[in-house]
């Protein structure tokens, strides 16, 4: 079913210029729906009005056991004789076209059976046991999971605790989501009959989460007709001029799309690839956008060319066919095929300039891709069948389990953290609204699915749960990063996890989190030990206030006597020597010396910018040498990630290595990042490289320098 070609909101249907792969007739759901029932038939063969949907599942089917579909029916039937809908029409039409439409997407049986049983349960006699005594368990439990998330009050309270019920049952079995999906179809087609503030409350419940459930599942079918329903309620009058531009352009005697479908085709016959090309209309919600986009719109914008061949391989041979005798947009070119969408879609996307200047817009892709495309998980079948070896290699992980999608298991995670409904319902729709999912790679390979825009934030908690607690930095693609670093996909992230079991989070990390999954963890730990959850902490902070406090040490500080540091000798009879403090130059570093006021000779590391700036300036050197002295005084600056304790940390580990603190400072945290410089003496130079190595490895330090000034030294 395409519900792009038929117009569900109108009197009667668009006609498509889509030519059909099957010669079956195509069926219309909504007059079926209507239509009065058949006398009951005979038992050894299906009753007229169920042969629609037998019809439809055979052309999916075709060695289909319909026995099932023909005793279902017998009961449905029989148990809702005499119940009508609002419409008037006998209440057997709504499982019957709920249950058509999962038949032309490509439901299996079982789940077919399911939707004609549907509503047995909770409105006719009926009972689950019964279900289950004459149908099987797996039967029984998608009645029961369906069941469930009938009759919704659709005020504010009921709503959310409705839709938790609902993600939950769709996470044991994503065939009671399809259900669902299709039910609320049919009873959108038919919202006419209630009054328009019930209407648009449904609507505007359809549109926030039953829609961008369907686009998670990947069924696009029941997706862009529900949004072509919900169009027309909420926004009848931008609905209605939508309308009259696609009635005008039909209208239409030049018609772009049809003169670039017959390059299109005398290319691919030309190259000997056997193809289908069809023109794809926009629907309604579609067109819209694309006229709010570009203004107005051309014959061009009201559709797309859709390419079908039988091999992956194809679809690369169509492209290159493609920009190799048309003229390529190449900024259009998407590759969903290496790299699918997280709702199961695979197909390349390119553009071809028309010889007006019009581009017109192509998709690429197998026929059992574009399958998939219209119908996502229904047209997996029964996800607990032993996989055929054609499914298993084209297995790709998370993305084909139709069990359990991915992004499902996220949500079902978080769902259950969630403090209260009120909070459920508005993370949910936060997290529906993020469209579009990147992948990202752990260092072993392993991979992370996550929304577009998440941060390294959003990623540990996606990896470690609220372990992430103790997360301290993160490398992406090799470099150090933040936490509040923006992924891109493709990104290879490697996150960095403290060892101290007291770690905690920053109420800073929410400011960075955009995961339901990352938020929720760091709101309940806050709430759960109020007053921290500030990054250093309450005694790191007050320790570094300390060190600030202290005075820096300066090369004219004068030196006690147990402080005997490193002596420099120069090639200047009675000169004063004086470190730079801009470089503090310690044994064994190499070191040149230039004279400045009053006979001081300062000595310099030769890769120091000053000396590079002297010498530009035609200062003269002074040689320089190192004495017999071994101690040796150096200022070095640790880069960190903020933890508790960490100065305490860092103080411990120079002190092991013999090393003392002459003066400390520490820089506010930014970013979760901290800056410690200390001014160390040290009993023999020659340990310079083991204390920078010992700092370095003080969990949440990732690197360690010297210190580099930029200060005048003449």
Known sequence: ????????????????????????????????????????AARDRLPDAIGHVAEAHRAHYPDADLEPLRRAWVLAESSHRGQMRKSGEPYITHPLAVTLILAELGAETTTLTASLLHDTVEDTAVTLDQVGEEFGAEVRYLVDGVTKLE??????????????????????????????????????????????????????????????????????????????????????????????????????????????????????????????????????VSVHRVARKRGRLRGADFGRLLVLVNEDADCYGVLGELHTCLKPVVSEFKDFIAVPKFNLYQSLHTAVAHTDGQVVEVLIRTHQMHKVAEAGVIALGNPYAPPSEEQQAANDGERADPTRPGWLSRLLDWQEGAPDPDTFWSTLREDLAQDREITVFRPDGGTLGLPDGATCVDAAYAQYGEDAHACIGARVNGRLATLSTVLKDGDTVQLLMGQDPASEPSREWLEHAHTPAARIAIQRWIAAHPGRGDGEGAETAEKAHSARSAPPASEDTPHTPAERPATPVVDQPGATVRLAGCCTPVPPDEVTGFSVRGGVVTVHRVECAAVAQMKSVGRAEVGVRWGDTTECRVTLVAESFGRPHLLADLTEAIALEGAEIVSATVEPPTQQRVRHTYTLQLPDAAHLLTLMRAMRNVPGVYDVSRAQHHTTAF
């Open 1 to 40: 079913m395409s519900a792009e070609a038929t117009n569900p909101a109108s009197p009667g249907p668009v006609i498509n210029t889509v030519p059909r792969r099957k010669a079956r007739p195509r069926i219309d759901l909504r007059r079926l729906g209507r239509a009065a029932l058949l006398g009951p």
């Open 151 to 284: 009759k919704v009050d659709y005020g504010a309270a009921a709503e959310p605790e409705t839709f938790r019920k609902m993600l939950v049952a769709t996470g044991s079995d994503v065939r009671v989501m399809s259900i669902k999906l299709a039910d609320r179809l049919h009873n959108m087609r038919t919202l006419g009959v209630m009054r328009p503030e019930k209407q648009a409350r449904i609507a505007k419940v359809t549109r926030d989460v039953l829609i961008p459930l369907a686009e998670r599942l990947g069924v696009q079918a029941l997706k862009t007709e529900l949004e072509d329903l919900v169009f027309a309620i909420l926004h009848p009058e931008e609905y209605d001029h939508t309308r009259e531009l696609i009635v005008d352009n039909a209208s239409r005697t030049d018609d772009p799309l049809a003169e670039v479908t017959d390059e299109v085709r005398t290319v691919l016959r030309d190259a000997g690839i056997q193809a289908e090309v069809l023109i794809r209309p926009r629907h309604f």
